[in-house]
């Protein structure tokens, strides 16, 4: 959704406003009175009326990180521009070398001093990004574990018009916590030159620094607080006062994810007929390269020993012919068609070229916001695809047997790719992608299944303008017969 | 060997084949497999906290999503049982008469709810009662491991005394137990009501007892939520559902654009501009707009011109949404319906066939059009004061949302051009005015044909999205086990939204406003 925000000045007289199509978008937006469509400053999603800050709270190696980045990944990946701000590294750059737990004992002034400037250089920083840079949604990543730091926040983001959300992680689980101080603490610049019993020892001592002055988020004295509390990796929430859209959306992610171990599995269709002939889109069947991908795909897959694994497809022949060769139960998902190539389905790039130079010359100027003339952008793709995501998060080990554009905006999602680079990943055909995650991040490993098929990547060509060649256009088309 | 693949003629699904026949596929199709196994929903709360009301809602909710899903009024089992309700006195904890009729209901209930989970294809099953202790608790879980149903809890929790005093007069004075009293007498006996439940009133404990539970705690009418133990798909949109409705007083205002020029030639589709009726109508909209003086009105519109230009008139600021885009007719976009009967007869029969499941080639079905238009629905939720510029088959899926109409009605409700549906949650279901704009139009509606033959059963029913009204509660006419014989009873009516409003027809008289057309429930209490 998208928000045209009319302004105050109309026409003289009170006839409706004559409308132009974006030629990019394909919106129609109000147009200035020589015809061209007004430059209205298009909110790419509009969820909040102010900027939200986001505020962690919890003591160390409670996942407060882990969050942090997940949720500002999902955010940026649905149009919320969302950035992070990790107290904690702005210490690192000002403490160029840790030395020990001391630094975090409460009774440690010079450590105290040097930990608020941080936090207000991150609020300063935060204040920057909502304000001037065009953010939307500010995570800021830190333990935030006393009131009267808290109310410093609560008080800093009044004064400059935001919400402020807080999400807090309690957890008192021994394992979940040594786990998390294994996986990403040990690692950590801080800890270079120790060893892992040091390490640990370390950060223990750490965690016993805040523990005594740590005031939890309470039902009653924080009541007119918006926020979620996070117990025990998610076994309970408590949620109060949801403010607005783009609060409660946050609640519904972080009340779907999860941490227990599993992979995801992504790969395309096996290379179909329109494939072979450099087509876009339609619906047709596979090649016969693409049974035997799909055969190579079942052996795979068998291979892999996976527990419990959920197949998904689209509903186009080609994905669920895959997945009958396959041989195992799948699921069929609408939402998992391919990009809807509008009136250049089924044309090769070289037809578009001739028939539509300009949508052509266009899509290549901006490929995530470029909509085919009755059919949909890439941004259309990730709208679409939200509910996919959203039940991925849920599901432990799974297949998703899609199409390239579906693919780029899945793998965008997992490896945190920006709306410039989605549209060209690389997502070859009879190539399958394991996604496991690790850390704060996800581990890709690439199969190939060496069954042949043909390249359908068009890198973007270096002259984008209108009024260029066809061969310019043409140039990084892929073969095809 | 990988099978072979055909497409199913009406909803365009490729499913494998058998002997040349195109087969009932295993699985559900469009989308995942939300609740396996069936689950009960069970309701916690004194009296008056809303427990009635948002069963009803929810399972208004799942069944439009495609969840069959039903509910079970303890209640009403107990009016049925105990034809006239003298007093506070028949909820005493030392009734010992009354505690066996009233645990005879329950079961009585839950054995329906055992039968439509297991017989008749249901999903889910909302136990509505106080359920206040754990004893009682603790039944219904046995009942739930015994058959293999999932339960989650919803508690409704709340002592602001001025919502209670509210709820109390908009829905339990006007209850068929309080028909001969008046207005105070009734309070006061429903306030003891609510004491005798008190005393005994064991509130899900997080911490110990229920930790292992499932369930979601409502404070306050929404303000805080405790959720405990979410164990699936089905339990996670419940939670998002509720943590997105609210009680505020609002309206909803449903319209279609403007006539257009594609309207009046009878082509389907397309993205054609306003025609002069429609831009006249548009002018009218701005005059009713204003008119109602609503605060902090949310004006949507799709991302189709025709829809744009009616909003444009209006003056006030507005969002577009794809998701609300009219249903997409693919090859048959922008053709008449003659000539779609001309160059695709087989689909036009088919439609006729199955309108709701129909899909057009390379174009969508009703089905797909209410997963598309699933998170308006959930915005419209949030909001207060909405007025969303769409579509007909676009306004015919949220009208069945908020009316509680099926999959085989959907297709059919009468929304024409120039028409304006004000929608008003009241009591436990949906006021609906037609205000009719004083614009002329073309009719663009077409009434299912009488001499369609229903399509055989190779279609499928049950999967993810087929909204099905919410079905009627079960009434029991017999008891077993009780002493008093039990008459008769004609069914106490029990419609939502009756079907009166789908009789909107086009005027062409002077009318600014159709007479108010009131859509309420007879009260439930328990």
Not at chain 1, 227 to 249: A, C, E, M, P, T
Not at chain 2, 325 to 343: F, H, L, P, S
């Amino acid at each position: 959704m998208s928000l045209v925000k009319n302004s105050s000045e109309q026409c003289g007289n009170n006839r409706p406003r004559e409308l132009t199509q974006n030629p990019l978008k394909k919106i129609w937006v109000p147009s200035c009175k020589n015809g061209l469509p007004r430059s209205t400053k298009q909110r790419k999603v509009c969820m909040t009326n102010c900027p939200t800050l986001i505020v962690t709270v919890g003591l160390p190696a409670r996942g407060k990180t882990y969050i942090s980045k997940k949720l500002t990944r999902y955010l940026n990946w649905i149009d919320v521009p969302t950035k992070e701000f990790n107290v904690g590294q702005y210490r690192r750059e000002c403490v160029k070398i840790y030395k020990s737990f001391e630094f975090f004992r409460p009774d440690n002034e010079e450590g105290l001093k040097i930990r608020k400037q941080c936090a207000l250089a991150a609020l300063n920083d935060v204040r920057q990004y909502l304000t001037d840079e065009g953010g939307q949604v500010a995570v800021f990543d830190a333990t935030n574990t006393t009131r009267e730091r808290r109310e410093t926040i609560f008080r800093f983001a009044e004064q400059n018009g935001f919400k402020v959300f807080f999400v807090e992680s309690v957890c008192e689980d021994p394992d979940v916590i040594a786990e998390n101080i294994v996986q990403v603490k040990l690692g950590s610049p801080d800890y270079t030159h120790c060893n892992t019993e040091e390490a640990v020892a370390d950060f223990m001592k750490r965690i016993k620094c805040y523990e005594n002055s740590y005031e939890p988020l309470d039902e009653e004295l924080d009541r007119e607080l918006s926020f979620i509390k996070i117990i025990d990796v998610g076994r309970r929430y408590l949620v109060n006062r949801v403010q607005d859209h783009i609060q409660s959306r946050i609640v519904y992610y972080l009340m779907n994810i999860h941490i227990t171990p599993r992979s995801i599995y992504l790969c395309r269709h096996g290379e179909s007929d329109l494939n072979v002939r450099g087509r876009i889109g339609g619906d047709s069947g596979l090649s016969a390269r693409g049974k035997e991908f799909a055969k190579s795909l079942g052996q795979f897959i068998q291979s892999q020993n996976i527990c419990d694994l959920k197949v998904w497809t689209s509903q186009m022949k080609r994905t669920i012919q895959t997945a009958e060769g396959v041989g195992v139960p799948y699921e069929q998902w609408k939402a998992l068609n391919e990009i809807d190539a509008g009136v250049c389905e089924e044309l090769m790039y070289e037809e578009i070229q001739q028939k539509y130079p300009q949508e052509f010359a266009l899509r290549d100027q901006d490929k995530y916001r470029y909509r085919y003339p009755k059919g949909e952008s890439y941004e259309d793709l990730v709208q679409r695809l939200e509910p996919v995501i959203m039940e991925l998060e849920r599901q432990e080990n799974v297949l998703v047997i899609c199409h390239q554009a579906v693919m780029r905006c899945l793998l965008a999602y997992f490896l945190d790719k920006p709306a410039e680079e989605l549209p060209y990943l690389k997502c070859s055909l009879h190539t399958v992608l394991k996604l496991t995650p690790v850390a704060y991040g996800c581990k890709v490993e690439s199969v190939c299944l060496k069954v042949e098929a043909v390249n359908t990547h068009r890198e973007r060509p270096t002259n984008v303008d209108v009024s260029r060649l066809a061969e310019e256009a043409l140039l990084t088309v892929p073969n095809h017969q | 060997m990988p099978r072979e693949l055909t497409q199913n003629r009406i909803q365009k699904i490729w499913i494998p084949s058998r002997d040349d026949k195109p087969s009932i596929p295993r699985k559900p199709v469009g989308g995942p497999h939300l609740a396996n196994p069936p689950t009960v929903i069970v309701m916690v709360g004194l009296p008056a906290r809303g427990k009635t009301y948002i069963s009803r809602k929810l399972t208004r909710y799942l069944n439009w999503i495609g969840i069959p899903t039903k509910v079970f009024n303890v209640g009403e089992y107990r009016r049925e049982a105990v034809k006239h309700y003298s007093s506070y006195d028949f909820f005493k904890s030392d009734n010992e008469d009354a505690f066996k009729i009233r645990q005879q209901c329950a079961l009585a209930a839950l054995r329906d709810v055992k039968i439509y989970l297991t017989e008749e294809e249901g999903q889910v099953a909302v136990f509505d009662a106080t359920n206040t202790t754990r004893e009682r608790r603790d039944m219904i879980l046995d009942f739930g491991a015994e058959n293999g149903f999932k339960v989650f809890f919803i508690e409704s929790v709340c002592d602001d005394p001025n919502v209670i005093a509210c709820n109390i007069l908009e829905v339990k004075i006007s209850c068929p137990d309080y028909q001969d009293c008046n207005k105070t007498d009734a309070m006061e006996d429903f306030m003891k009501r609510i004491e005798c439940y008190r005393l005994n009133y064991q509130p899900l404990d997080p911490d110990q007892y229920d930790r292992n539970m499932s369930f979601i705690k409502v404070i306050d009418v929404g303000r805080r939520f405790l959720v405990n133990r979410i164990q699936d798909h089905i339990q996670s949109r419940i939670v998002y559902y509720l943590m997105n409705i609210h009680v505020q007083p609002r309206s909803i205002y449903l319209c279609r654009h403007g006539e257009s020029q594609d309207n009046r030639q009878g082509r389907l589709g397309g993205d054609s501009g306003l025609s002069t009726q429609g831009q006249k109508f548009a002018v009218a909209l701005a005059n009713v707009v204003k008119e109602q003086n609503l605060k902090g009105l949310k004006v949507w519109t799709s991302q189709l011109r025709r829809s744009i230009q009616t909003a444009e008139a209006l003056n006030v600021p507005y969002e577009q949404w794809k998701a609300l885009n009219e249903i997409d007719a693919g090859v048959c976009e922008e053709m008449t319906y003659e000539e779609v009967r001309e160059r695709f007869p087989e689909e036009f029969i088919l439609r006729d066939q199955d309108k709701y499941y129909y899909r057009y080639p390379s174009g969508e079905s009703y089905q797909d059009l209410v997963q598309r238009v699933e998170p308006v629905i959930m915005e419209l939720e949030r909001h207060e004061n909405a007025l969303v510029i769409c579509h007909q088959a676009v306004m015919r899926c949220l009208l069945a949302y908020f009316l509680d109409k099926s999959a085989d009605e959907m297709p059919y409700l009468k929304c024409p051009l120039h028409t304006v549906l004000k929608l008003t949650p009241m009591a436990y279901g949906c006021k609906v005015e037609s205000i009719f704009l004083d614009v002329e139009a073309v009719n663009t509606h077409r009434d299912r044909p009488e001499e369609v033959k229903r399509g055989p059963s190779t279609l499928i029913r049950r999967n993810s999205v087929t909204p099905l009204t919410s079905p009627e509660p079960n009434k029991k006419s017999r008891m077993e086990g009780l002493d008093e014989s039990i008459r008769e009873m004609s069914p106490v009516p029990f419609t939502l939204c009756s079907t009166s409003h789908t009789t909107l027809t086009l005027s062409t008289q002077n009318l600014k406003k159709c007479p108010i057309e009131c859509h309420e429930t007879p009260q439930l209490c328990l």
